[in-house]
């Protein structure tokens, strides 16, 4: 079975200070990893993903994660935070499977502080 | 492209009444699927269905219902609504081939029971 953890259920940062929220997973298959942002009252919007290929993915509004096999994580970092960030942020993985059903964290709230 | 929308919005049932939440997509994706999001819980699998005509039980199903007659339409039916079932639902889809790696979420009924 897989699984995703996500350490802090809360993170506060001031606004320009480094984001960091933390993922780790397990899986006893290659995984495909994704990190979801949710604002207040909306859907879930895809950042970034990871299936296969370069471990260090790019995604949208500044934001990139790295896939360490190693010590099964998948981050999210943004160099400086701002107030437009605050949101939920959602990490999920996906077997290679013929399944797609996504396996979700519990998340973590960002909050950037001025 | 409207992607994925999901009708109503709020919804207010008392224990014991029935209801459909209905979502659609028209980007002809094969796979659709209901998440039901608790607070820190994040997103669990309700049901899943890899075309029109079949379905399959997620992770937690107990006291809903769905069927996919077209592939535009995936409903999500609550027969005998229970306090439990207060939550915030999602419908997502993904183009069809196990490989394609994006699901596409709508922006979600709250339901509350009564």
């Known amino acids: 079975a897989q699984s995703v953890t996500q350490l802090g259920s809360h993170v506060s940062v001031s606004e320009g200070a480094l984001v960091l929220l933390r993922c780790n997973y397990s899986?006893?298959?290659?995984?495909?990893l994704f990190w979801y942002v949710q604002y207040p009252n909306q859907g879930l919007q895809l950042l970034l993903k990871y299936t296969t290929g370069a471990t260090l993915v790019k995604g949208i509004n500044g934001f990139e994660a790295e896939f360490k096999k190693s010590e099964t994580s998948f981050h999210l970092t943004k160099p400086s935070a701002h107030m437009s960030d605050a949101a939920e942020y959602f990490c999920?993985?996906?077997?290679?499977?013929?399944?797609?059903?996504?396996?979700f964290g519990s998340g973590t709230r960002l909050q950037v502080q001025p | 492209n409207a992607g994925v929308t999901q009708t109503p919005k709020f919804q207010v049932l008392k224990t014991g009444q029935s209801m459909t939440l209905q979502c659609a997509q028209d980007m002809n994706h094969e796979y659709m699927s209901w998440y039901r999001q608790d607070p820190g819980m994040g997103l669990r699998l309700i049901h899943y269905s890899v075309g029109a005509g079949i379905t399959d039980q997620g992770e937690v199903p107990n006291g809903y219902n769905v069927s996919r007659s077209t592939t535009e339409d995936f409903p999500l039916r609550l027969l005998s609504a229970a306090p439990s079932q207060t939550s915030v639902y999602f419908c997502a889809s993904q183009a069809g081939g196990y490989r394609t790696d994006t699901q596409y979420f709508g922006p979600g009924t709250r339901l509350t029971v009564l």
């Open positions: 899986s006893s298959v290659p995984p495909y």
């Open positions: 999920a993985v996906r077997m290679d499977t013929g399944r797609r059903a996504l396996t």
